[in-house]
Nanobody, 119 residues
Framework: HVQLVESGGGWVQAGGSLRLSCAAS????????MGWWRQAPGKQRELVAA???????TYADSVKGRFTIAADDAKNSMSLQMNSLKPEDTAVYYC?????????????WGQGTQVTVSS
């Protein structure tokens, strides 16, 4: 299985930047896709960005051009650079990994990190 630990959340004023990191451990070689999700109070969890093992990435329309996802295979980690932050980006951000296990797929989540953007 795969274990994930996020870091880097915090408070920032609108227009500012934050960088989130996700450290992966366990059966790293089984990971197929990693992604960042977020959940604001009273809202459903939504996909922010994802990156595949082939380094193909996808973004939610609301963050395109502002957020950048990257994977560092040497460090077994993933990051999310968030620029031009808006108050509506305020949420708990979760790291997620989809991995192959026994001819099926498994999913692991980190504990989440709070991002607060003030206007």
């Amino acid at each position: 299985h795969v274990q994930l630990v996020e870091s880097g959340g915090g408070w920032v004023q609108a227009g500012g930047s934050l960088r989130l990191s996700c450290a992966a451990s366990g059966d790293i070689s089984s990971i197929n896709t990693m992604g960042w999700w977020r959940q604001a109070p009273g809202k459903q969890r939504e996909l922010v960005a994802a990156i595949s093992s082939s380094k193909s990435s996808t973004y939610a329309d609301s963050v395109k051009g502002r957020f950048t996802i990257a994977a560092d295979d040497a460090k077994n980690s993933m990051s999310l650079q968030m620029n031009s932050l808006k108050p509506e980006d305020t949420a708990v951000y979760y790291c997620n990994a989809i991995f192959d296990i026994n001819l099926s797929r498994g999913s692991s989540w980190g504990q989440g990190t709070q991002v607060t953007v003030s206007s």
